[in-house]
């Protein structure tokens, strides 16, 4: 199974600052790659497909990258309304895995 | 509106079965994929496994963790997936979603609100 590495598990920006979140494969997975944000109680809402793909409707502060084995996902400018977990995805083989998530904060 | 509708989770003692339904409207049901993720109380996302459509004859894929135990089965007829979990074990206790692959983009674009499972003696 291909292992997803994301970090850091944890984090608390003030508003407006950028986040930057990582995701490492343990193999290579060319750019078949998601992000996800989950609200505390509310099912996942996918926001960037095939590593840098931003959803419709989705706003433009985030933005993924990345390919092979290291991707990153990053909010430019923190909102309240972001506060979430958010995992990474790879759909590259079976069994689809997820990364272990990261709980953004704010301070 | 797309909307993916899960129902059936309950209190199940260890080895039981339990069925889920997922009832999916607002989209072409027949032609889609359907996934089951599985979220542990404070825990991340685990995949559990997918149906394809009758285009791609219905294969079935499962994680390691519940390979045996649980099939994945579909009605188009009625726009419901299911989730049929056997000889189910104390580890299997989480919010179950199904969710709607998006062909091209290869995301889970449509979820359901999910439904618990507890499996408690």
């Known amino acids: 199974d291909i292992q997803m590495t994301q970090s850091p598990s944890s984090l608390s920006p003030s508003r407006g600052d950028r986040v930057t979140i990582t995701c490492q494969a343990s193999q290579d997975i060319k750019d078949n790659l998601n992000w996800y944000q989950q609200k505390p109680g509310k099912a996942p809402k996918i926001l960037i497909s095939?590593?840098?793909n931003l959803e419709t409707g989705v706003p433009s502060r985030f933005s993924g990258g990345g390919s092979g084995t290291y991707f990153t996902f990053s909010i430019s400018s923190l909102q309240p309304e972001d506060i979430a977990t958010y995992y990474c995805q790879q759909f590259d083989i079976l069994p689809l895995t997820f990364g272990g998530g990261t709980k953004v904060e704010i301070k | 509106e797309v909307q993916l509708v899960e129902s059936g989770g309950n209190l199940v003692q260890p080895g039981g079965s339990l069925k889920l339904s997922c009832a999916a409207s607002g989209f072409t049901f027949s032609g889609s994929a359907i996934h089951w993720v599985r979220q542990a109380s404070g825990k991340g996302l685990e995949w559990v496994g997918r149906?394809?459509?009758?285009?791609?004859?219905?294969?079935?894929a499962y994680a390691a963790s519940v390979e045996g135990r649980f099939t994945i089965s579909r009605d188009d007829s009625k726009n419901t997936a299911y989730l049929q979990m056997n000889s189910l074990k104390t580890e299997d206790t989480a919010v179950y979603y199904c969710?709607?692959?998006?062909?091209?983009?290869?995301?889970?674009?449509?979820w359901g609100q999910g439904t618990l499972v507890t499996v408690s003696s």
């Open positions: 149906i394809k459509s009758k285009a791609n004859t219905y294969a079935t």
């Open positions: 095939g590593a840098s």
């Open positions: 969710t709607r692959l998006r062909s091209g983009s290869f995301s889970f674009d449509y």
